[in-house]
């Protein structure tokens, strides 16, 4: 039988509970992190362990057939790849922040702003739809930053418990989306590797029924 692909987030939020839910499927991996590729002992299954925004152009190219990863990065970079089932760990929001002394009423605020974030597309996306006109300044890191060192005005990035923004001295003004973690297929995924990922979600399904 082949074996299924799969990309997992190499370090990062995803990674502990992408591993576990492997693990609840009954898949018990080899290696640990630090080696790129992993196989399963006793599923046909190969981890690949992998940087969040480079899965979606590997699952383009076919280069894995599946993936776990954040819904946010496919609205940011994968609109083309569909996601079979919704994991329901690792949720956060992307929204928009601005420091806390901002008087912040409506997105029309925004309007003529400088706003940092790693997220170009959706923030793209979010101000064309509101008729909003920004300045964005692409970072990949430590977004929350920005304002404080004079970088921009606002911000968009992610938000889960809310900790990093209040550390910055952040308030959460707007949320773009909401996210959690998918699997996600490949558009190329081959026919007989289709059915080992039947399997992988029959198995997934019933462990998801059981965390309910
Ligand atoms: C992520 C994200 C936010 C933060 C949100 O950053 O970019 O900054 O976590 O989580 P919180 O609401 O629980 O604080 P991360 O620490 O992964 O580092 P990075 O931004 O440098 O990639
Ligand atoms: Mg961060």
Redesign the pocket.
Known sequence: MSKLKIAVQKS??LHDDSMKILKDVGISIDNGKDQLKASARNFPLEVFYLRNGDIPQYLRDGVVDVAIIGENVLVEKGKDISIVEKLGFST?KVSVAVPKSTKYSTIKDLEGKRIAT?YPNTVNGFLQSNNVNAELHII?????IAPNIGLADAIV?????????FKNNLKEVEVLLKSEAVLAVSPNISEDKQQVLEKLQFRIKSVLKGRQ
């Open positions: 990062g939020r956060c790693s990949n890191g430590s977004v929350e990035d992610i938000v889960s418990s809310g900790s990093t923004l």
